[in-house]
Structure formats: structure tokens, C-alpha cells
């Protein structure tokens, strides 16, 4: 794919999540109340401790946290951090002295991030405006990595990976939740808007781009894990649920 084409689909995504941003200001949130609050995957009783600026703007497709614990006093990193929700539950388990970092490019996302971090007074959380395949944190500094829906989004996803692997320590674990294409997508719906992810993205002009529900249907979730080896040349991921495989890395 070429630079500007990579661009285009950098700022979609960027406009489609301000927008998302914005509407936890307005009195009727195009979020449609949020993913996890719909979601069986996030429990009602941890979310109920959040506020709706939080869960409202939830716009995973999984929970990630659900795929393995993770222990006192980590370092975990969350890709594409959004309104905070994976981080501010994180930051539970890891206790006051680990430390949770929320990634992500779209600044009205880490401005209402860091408000739902202050009202909810939450110390050991830390948003940093950056693209996920551009963290700027140390290598090997980070014991769990988490995602949620976001890789989708990204043009190169080999170097979402590639940074996932330096950042991470040795036997870090990288906790997934996304969704991938289970066969390529016909010829019709070929566009590159189409396959950074199922929602419905806006290109420049604001028309939409058309997502009919049999595309919909190519798309499946998948959640996985992956253990980082000293010894790994590559990643392998293992994945659980309704899932075939990354169709996008190898
Ligand atoms: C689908 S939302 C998911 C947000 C959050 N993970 C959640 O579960 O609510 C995608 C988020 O990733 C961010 N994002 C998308 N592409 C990104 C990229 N290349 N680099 C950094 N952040 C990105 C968007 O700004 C948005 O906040």
C-alpha cells in the first residue's frame, strides 16, 4: 500500500475517533452507550465502579483482560487506549505501584482519557499521544501488552507487531482482542477504507463507504495471546474463540 494511501486511512480513523471523542461531551453520545456496556465479556459490577465517560465511548471488540491475569506491581501497555477503560481496569490488578501506559494517536481521545483518569482519581495510568507502531517506550520494558480492536485499524500491522516485540520483555505477554478477515473480501468491496476495519469510516468528502452485512460477515473476532520467547525469531500467536487466524501476519 503507498505512503499517502496509508496517510488517508491514518486520518480517517483519527476523524472517526475525535468524533467518537466528542460525542461523551454531548447529550446524546453516537456510541451507542458503548462496547463494553453491551458487552458479556466486561462485568457489570468492575464497570459500575467507572463513569459513563468511560464506557460509553468503549469501543473494543473483546475484552483483553479477560485472556490472562495479570500480576502485581507489571508494566502494561495498552495499544490504542481510547477512552481508557483496558487501562483504568488494568491499573486495578497491577495495584498502585505497577504502572499501566494507554496509547493512542487521536489527541480528543488522550484529552478525555486523561479527564476520566483525573475524576476518577486514578494515579498509576499514564496516556501518551503516539501512533501504536511508534511507542517511544524503552525496549524491553513492558510485561503485558494489550489491545483491543485497534491493530484492525492500522495500514501496517507488521510494525505493530515488530513494536509490540521490542517494547516487550522476555516472557511479556501480548493479550489481543481483534477482528480479522476469515477470506479475503470480494473484488466489489476491495477498498482500502473497507479493509481497515467494519465500521463505518468516512473519507474526506464525509460520504460513507459502503459495508453491506454480507461483508460484515467476513469478519470475525479473535482473541489471542502470545508469550514472548528469548529464542523467537517471529511471533506465534495462539488464538481461542470464533477465530481462524491473522490473515494479516505471518
Ligand atoms: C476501536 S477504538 C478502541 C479503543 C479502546 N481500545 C477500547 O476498547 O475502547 C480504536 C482506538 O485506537 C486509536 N487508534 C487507531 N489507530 C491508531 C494508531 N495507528 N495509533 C494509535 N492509536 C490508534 C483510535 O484513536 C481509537 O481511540
Known amino acids: 500500500m503507498q505512503t499517502s494511501d496509508n496517510n488517508q486511512i491514518l486520518t480517517n480513523v483519527a476523524n472517526r475517533y475525535t468524533a467518537l471523542a466528542d460525542s461523551s461531551n454531548s447529550c446524546c453520545g453516537e456510541g451507542e452507550n458503548g462496547y463494553a456496556n453491551n458487552s458479556p465479556e466486561y462485568d457489570t459490577e468492575e464497570l459500575s465502579l467507572l463513569i459513563p465517560t468511560v ?41 498502585p505501584n505497577g504502572k499501566v501506559y494507554g496509547v493512542d494517536m487521536t489527541p480528543a481521545m488522550i484529552n478525555l482519557a486523561n479527564k476520566n483518569k483525573a475524576k476518577l482519581g486514578i494515579k498509576n495510568v499514564e496516556f501518551i499521544k503516539n501512533q501504536i507502531d511508534q511507542t517511544n517506550l524503552p525496549s524491553e520494558s513492558v510485561d503485558v501488552i494489550l489491545s483491543n480492536c ?101
Open 55 to 95: 464506557t460509553e465511548v468503549s469501543a473494543g471488540c473483546g475484552n483483553p483482560l479477560t485472556i490472562s491475569s495479570i500480576r502485581l506491581n507489571e508494566t502494561v501497555v495498552d495499544l490504542g487506549s481510547g477512552g481508557g477503560i483496558d487501562c483504568f481496569l488494568a491499573s486495578k490488578q497491577t495495584g
Open 150 to 250: 485497534v491493530i484492525n485499524l492500522v495500514p501496517d500491522k507488521t510494525k505493530v507487531f515488530e513494536e509490540a516485540f521490542r517494547i516487550l520483555k522476555t516472557q511479556g505477554r501480548l493479550q489481543i482482542c481483534d477482528i480479522v478477515l476469515s477470506e479475503n473480501l470480494p473484488d466489489e468491496a476491495l477498498t482500502d477504507e473497507i479493509l481497515i476495519g467494519w465500521e463505518k469510516i468516512q473519507d474526506e468528502e464525509g460520504a460513507e463507504i459502503p459495508f453491506n452485512e454480507e461483508n460484515k460477515k467476513l469478519l470475525l473476532q479473535v482473541a489471542s495471546t502470545f508469550e514472548k520467547d528469548a529464542n523467537a525469531k517471529g511471533i506465534k500467536i495462539s488464538t481461542r474463540k470464533r477465530c481462524l487466524s491473522f490473515t494479516w501476519y505471518v
